[in-house]
């Protein structure tokens, strides 16, 4: 299928990257600095906006996502559950929490990955909720205008997720699908989150501040997640990824898309819990 492609690059210099990485160190007592890299880039296919009106068919290949980093999340074609990709294995996590690892051929309508390289990296305490894990997440940025791929591993004392089911054309906007969405609960498992911190330029292209998918250490369970508690022994690192490439589908439908309105509060109503 062909694409259009349009690149943003943000070089901050080396030298200004090393001095951030200092200011992380101390805005975190506990985190250790690891080298930072300049050529980290998030490559993006089709906008989280054209996910919210429906547009749910394929615009790359699993395995073209998987060529372009080893990190990274989406959903499958028809809106088939949730997808991460984690140590360059892309893992679905289908409507009935079932767990699978799928072809290279599966079509994607949206996917955002990275090669991921810490760049920050701190340990956390058992009993951190979702909201204080993410404002330990914000601390240790160096500055809320960049993008960050996070991974979070350890003991969580408990996850709850979400999935959603296949959909069939004429397909129905995303808010409505997470009416009929299917919910886990995880208690005391050892996992993955796998996410990123957008900041809120990424408006309309991608989700403004946080969004994780989880999986399972036993890979037996995972989804985007609603809520959490953290256990002990959990590590947080963050890179520091400054280019964004972004390709958009060529296709009748993407181009017949009303793009243009503030979709800011169905977005924050589909990715929160609902329950």
Same mark, same amino acid.
């Given at each position: 299928?062909?694409? *259009? ?8 210099? *080396? ?41 749910? @068919? ?21 809106? @088939? ?5 984690? @140590? ?41 909720? *979702? ?114 490439? *972004? ?29």
């Amino acid at each position: 299928m062909p694409v *259009m492609q349009t690149r943003l690059r943000i070089r901050p210099a *080396m030298t200004l990257l090393a001095g951030f990485v200092t200011t992380a160190a101390a805005l975190l007592a506990t985190a250790s600095p690891v080298r930072a890299a300049a050529n980290d880039e998030l490559r993006q296919w089709s906008t989280i906006d054209a996910l919210l009106k429906g547009h749910y @068919d394929g615009v790359v290949t699993l395995g073209e996502a998987r060529s372009a980093g080893d990190f990274g999340l989406g959903t499958l074609e028809a809106l @088939d559950g949730e997808l991460l990709i984690v @140590d360059g294995r892309a893992y679905q996590i289908d409507s009935t929490g079932a767990v699978r690892e799928p072809a290279d051929a599966t079509p994607l309508p949206f996917v955002a990955v990275t090669g991921f390289e810490a760049d920050v990296v701190f340990d956390v305490p058992a009993g951190l909720d *979702m909201a204080v894990l993410q404002a330990r997440v914000e601390a240790a940025r160096v500055s809320p205008n960049y993008v960050y791929a996070v991974r979070v591993t350890g003991a969580f004392a408990s996850v709850k997720t979400r999935s959603v089911p296949r959909q069939t054309k004429p397909y129905p906007p995303l808010a409505e699908v997470v009416k009929t969405q299917s919910i886990f609960n995880f208690a005391d498992t050892r996992g993955v989150l796998v996410g990123f911190v957008c900041p809120g330029w990424v408006r309309g292209l991608n989700v403004p501040g946080h969004h994780y998918h989880y999986l399972t250490d036993a890979r037996d369970g995972g989804g985007h997640v609603l809520g959490l508690v953290t256990g002990e022994g959990v590590r947080v690192e963050l890179d520091l990824t400054p280019d964004f490439a *972004m390709r958009l589908p060529v296709n009748a439908d993407f181009g017949a898309l009303d793009l243009t309105e503030d979709r800011a509060a169905e977005l924050h109503a589909v990715e929160s819990d609902r329950r």
